[in-house]
């Protein structure tokens, strides 16, 4: 059987997942390494090391278990008859701030009416409970324009701060080895901890483990920098669910292995107090004035959200700016970006450049996105740590490829992208500053791409390619092993969505 999901402003509530239609396909068939069950349960089969594909369904707004709001409208301003609008909508911005949040965190939604607002500058919002939003995210819509030069973020979404350990409350994780997947594991001891505790998963980067993935052996060029230990450790936003005796159970998987032989792991109890959450962008189309087509000194990304959590953009659009429609940054974390647009940047072709859909946050998911004459379209930067899931985006005009883009971005899945161009997981070598190896448990699944590599790091894990449509690439180098890969060019892989099935299943 194959699952038919319907197309969604926001995620899915619970109920509507139930109403699903199911038809069948005449060639079905499912992965070696998981498996759809009559009532709708998935059964996942490990390997010889224990690892499994790892559980992505509580990625974005409230882990899926609350549906995207839709918040009362508080303040409502009118575009100026000249256009210059940077101040009437940062003092409403302001005004909204200033409002005592309900019961739910939310302090209102600022409506901006249908005209054009032009802003040569940024509008900041560092408030949790705000939701800007506008009547239509094309030119007939609202429309917000960053005017003039200078490179910058038009829409700053923004707490302060980062995370902070508790003191004194890091215990080592006494199991040699934690397979990809797991969600509990054995600590030295419990002791101060309780279920509901928010903890970081922390995997420390050795020496060894850095040369053993080779990656204090990048043949060097100008300005390559090799991997160094202490500068590749992975903080992991967990929460306890449950505790018995020394094992402590967690709410997301693990999805690097952790072996003892390469440092272990520990967890420990953080804060991060000048996190905001509960912040929305929606129904907006947003524009950059550009003198050239490689005019660079222009507006350069849309909307940008930092120390965020539970937070969400939809139904908005991007033109001519010389990054991204939608940056999920550091301290980001919960976000669902959905029905997004991101089209004809102005830029040169280069590095650095046209990253339509960037995620360095964690818990992220970005869904039924389009994007076009970009280079990185979906794609994770360095040390991002999972699960994150692109789901059913598509990408046209491509100059470049979609995926991990360095530095070991571990637990993302890509699943149902189609692209006129690849999607690569790959040893990047000295590409950039020298990114090495971009992840792992990377996961492809259902895919339709003109050709795609994925290879298997010489260490720590796995990348898997599993219903891929579209040919098969040996990548930067030619010698690296392969990954996973499973059903390339057959149709049918039930089932159709692992992301969507995942997430009906944990709703059982």
Not at 74 to 101: F, H, L, M
Not at 218 to 240: F, P, S
Not at 350 to 370: E, I, K, P, V
Request: aromatic share 10%.
């Amino acid at each position: 059987m194959k699952i038919i999901f319907l197309k969604r402003a926001a995620l899915l509530s619970i109920a509507a997942l139930t109403a699903l239609a199911f038809n069948s396909y005449k060639d079905e068939w499912q992965s070696k390494l998981v498996t759809l069950n009559a009532n709708d349960s998935l059964t996942y089969h490990p390997d010889d090391q224990g690892n499994i594909l790892p559980d992505f369904s509580r990625v974005g707004y409230h882990e899926g278990d609350k549906a995207i709001p839709n918040i009362s409208v508080v303040k409502t301003v009118e575009a100026p008859a000249d256009g210059d609008a940077e101040s009437v909508i940062q003092n409403a911005i302001n005004e909204v701030a200033k409002r005592t949040p309900d019961a739910n965190g939310y302090r209102g939604a600022i409506l901006l009416k249908k005209g054009t607002y032009k802003v040569p500058d940024s509008l900041r919002i560092n408030a949790s409970g705000i939701v800007l939003r506008g009547e239509g995210s094309t030119k007939d819509g609202t429309r917000i324009i960053a005017t003039g030069t200078g490179q910058r973020t038009l829409v700053n979404v923004s707490g302060t701060g980062s995370i902070k350990e508790v003191k004194g409350s890091t215990v080592k994780i006494t199991d040699d080895f934690v397979p990809v997947g797991a969600k509990s594991f054995n600590v030295e001891s419990t002791s101060g901890y309780k279920v509901g505790d928010r903890i970081i998963l922390f995997r420390p980067s050795t020496d060894n483990w850095i040369h053993d993935l080779k990656m204090d052996q990048i043949v060097a060029r100008k300005g390559t920098k090799q991997w160094k230990a202490g500068e590749y450790d992975l903080y992991y936003e967990r929460t306890i669910t449950k505790i018995e005796g020394n094992k402590v159970y967690i709410d997301n998987p693990v999805v690097m292995q952790m072996e003892t032989k390469y440092g272990g792991g520990a967890i420990y109890k953080y804060t991060f107090a000048g996190r905001i959450n509960e912040v929305g962008i929606e129904n907006i189309y947003f524009e950059s004035e550009y003198a050239t087509d490689v005019d660079e000194n222009h507006g350069w990304i849309a909307v940008e959200i930092r120390n965020t959590e539970n937070g969400w953009v939809r139904n908005v659009a991007s033109r001519y700016f010389g990054y991204a429609c939608i940056s999920t940054a550091e301290g980001s974390r919960n976000i669902t970006v959905t029905d997004c647009k991101c089209t004809d940047a102005k830029s040169i072709i280069t590095g650095g450049r046209r990253y339509s859909f960037n995620n360095t946050g964690q818990l992220n998911l970005f869904m039924n996105c389009h994007a076009e004459d970009g280079r990185h379209d979906y794609v994770t930067g360095a040390k991002v740590c999972g699960p994150n899931v692109f789901y059913n985006c598509t990408a046209s005009k491509t100059h470049a490829d979609i995926g991990p883009h360095h530095r070991w971005a571990s637990g993302t899945l890509f699943d149902n992208i189609v692209s006129d161009g690849e999607i690569n997981v790959q040893d990047r070598g000295n590409m950039g500053s020298g990114h090495g190896w971009s992840g792992v448990t990377q996961i492809l699944w259902n895919c339709t791409v003109s050709k795609a590599t994925v290879q298997q790091p010489w260490v720590s894990g796995q990348n898997y390619c599993i219903g891929l449509q579209g040919g098969q690439d040996l990548g930067h180098f030619k010698d690296r092993n392969e990954g996973y890969w499973e059903g390339q060019n057959r149709k049918g892989i039930e089932p159709s969505s692992l992301y969507m099935a995942q997430f009906k299943a944990r709703h059982l």
